[in-house]
């Protein structure tokens, strides 16, 4: 990119946006990183965009000039999304926060791609609805959870944001503006193209808005904990609920070391520093009960003590408040140290292979990592703790290149939930296979042939 082609992009956008196109070097070094270990980049500009039609405006702009453009939520990815790697203009979507409609009797509602996943549900209470894709922070935005087909611990139940975006608006490389899927629950015309923007990193088009389904609140919740005294009981616990069928709605993992960090991190009482499940269970208040007997149950018969649960709503939200506080609670066990937050997904009958392989890599490698995960699906994340030396990093990425090689070993994926970014590139075409990859790139060039749309991403090249 030669100098006059950012200047003259970064001048036209003012004309634009006027104030809301800045230069200024904090909100830059703000744009250059997201939650992860990468190098930061500094963006040449931030744009903040209100509309759609700002957005297209701004793509075509930075189409015409061959100027990268990096999508920004809110800056929680986990692998390098948001690292504008080749400079260029971030277009920060956060601003764009109307809930545009809401329909109760089709449980469905459009949003602009910045509102919150705390701020819609917050709109929908009221109306007996929920949005149940939950990822560990309440920042991110339902824009950004699109862009990296996110998920939570809901998603054993009710699905990631792949099963929950109907529909799209999105502004594509060269300033054209589509709407992908409709509001019906299934439709058999066409390429299905909200799924292929949904998990797209920003590397296709910019989401600007998200046709959403919705859910009943629950009549009844009740949540539970269980603890056993190896991590291999925990896990075969989990695969016998799994497959006896009982819808849990979320079945979260904590090794000895992630219990510990967040008994002492999130004050919780009557639990102890060793393996352990937490549990939800929705439906009727009769329906809740059974389900929490069954799985009380199957625990027992792999050794699982002290099941207690709670309908109480405070406890609940205690609880929960714990589990997504993990990876803070997991870097207060070493102050100085950064994290990183591996994510990986096995087929759920591997899952205490994958699991009890990674403890043995952790203990090789010598570095804390704690483990926590959606098990329910089999997806689970070791926090490998960096020590703040020389080889801290490339000690930690070789821990985490290992977990990664075993899940793939056992038919998994390198990532359940947070995505390729930067971080995960490498393993993509042992995944996928070459061929596979290279349409996924046609597709790329296909959409974004002058290569400007988050570069660096996804692909190696
Ligand atoms: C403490 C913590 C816990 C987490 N737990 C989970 C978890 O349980 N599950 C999970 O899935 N993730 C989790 N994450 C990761 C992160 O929250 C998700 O990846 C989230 O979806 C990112 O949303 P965001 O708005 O911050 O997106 P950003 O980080 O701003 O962007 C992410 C990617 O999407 C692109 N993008 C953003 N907005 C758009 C848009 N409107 N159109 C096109 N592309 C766009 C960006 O260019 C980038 O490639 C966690 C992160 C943290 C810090």
């Known amino acids: ?32 990183h997201g939650q992860d270990t990468q190098t930061p980049v500094l963006p040449d500009a931030v744009a903040f965009v209100e509309t759609t039609e700002e957005t297209a405006a701004l793509l075509a702009l930075c189409h015409a000039e061959r100027v990268p453009v990096v999508a920004w939520g809110a800056g929680t990815s986990l692998e390098g999304h948001v690292t504008p790697v080749r400079g260029g203009i971030t277009i ?43 990822p560990g922070t309440a920042a991110c935005t339902i824009g950004g959870m699109c862009a990296t087909r996110a998920s939570g611990t809901n998603a054993v139940r009710y699905g990631t944001m792949r099963e929950n975006a109907m529909g799209l608006t999105v502004a594509l490389a060269d300033g054209r503006v589509i709407r992908t899927g409709g509001r019906v629950r299934k439709s058999a015309t066409g390429y299905d193209l909200t799924r292929l923007f949904v998990g797209s990193e920003g590397t296709l088009g910019i989401i600007t808005e998200i046709q959403l389904r919705l859910h009943g609140i629950p009549e009844a919740m009740s949540s539970a904990t269980c603890q056993f005294p190896t991590l291999r009981d925990a896990v075969e616990t989990v695969i016998a609920i799994m497959q ?95 994290g990183i937050a591996t994510d990986v997904i096995v087929p759920i009958s591997r899952l205490n292979e994958a699991i009890l392989g990674a403890k043995e890599d952790i203990a090789a490698s010598g570095l804390t990592a704690p483990i926590v995960g959606h098990v329910g699906d089999g997806n689970f994340h070791t926090v490998i703790l960096v020590p703040p030396e020389p080889d801290g990093l490339a000690r930690a990425w070789e821990l985490d290149k290992k977990i990664v090689a075993r899940a793939l070993d056992l038919g998994g994926s390198c990532s359940g939930e947070h995505g390729v970014g930067i971080g995960k590139r490498e393993f993509l075409e042992r995944e996928h296979g070459a061929e596979a990859l290279a349409v996924m790139y046609s597709l790329k060039q296909t959409l974004d042939p002058r290569g400007i749309m988050n570069p660096g991403k996804i692909f190696l090249n």
């Open 92 to 134: 920060d979507l956060s601003r764009m926060t109307g809930i545009l409609d809401v329909s109760q009797p089709d449980m469905d509602c459009r949003v602009q791609a910045g509102v919150t996943r705390e701020q819609l549900n917050a709109h929908l209470r009221d109306l007996g609805l929920f949005f149940p894709v939950d």
């Open 244 to 338: 006896s069928g009982i819808p849990v709605a979320r079945m979260e993992l904590l090794d000895e070391v992630q219990m510990a960090a967040c008994i002492a991190y999130s004050k919780l009482e009557g639990l102890k520093p060793t393996p352990g499940l937490f549990f939800e269970f929705h439906g009727t208040p009769a329906g809740v009960k059974e389900q929490a007997e069954q799985a009380e149950e199957i625990a027992s018969g792999f050794d699982g003590s002290g099941f207690r649960w709670a309908t109480d709503a405070a406890e609940r939200n205690k609880l929960w408040q714990a589990r997504h506080d993990a990876l803070w609670a997991a870097l207060a066990l070493k102050p100085g140290h950064q």
């Open 1 to 32: 990119m030669s100098e006059t082609a950012i200047e003259r992009t970064i001048e036209a956008a003012r004309a634009l946006l006027g104030e809301r196109l800045t230069t200024n070097a904090s909100l830059r070094e703000h744009h250059s």
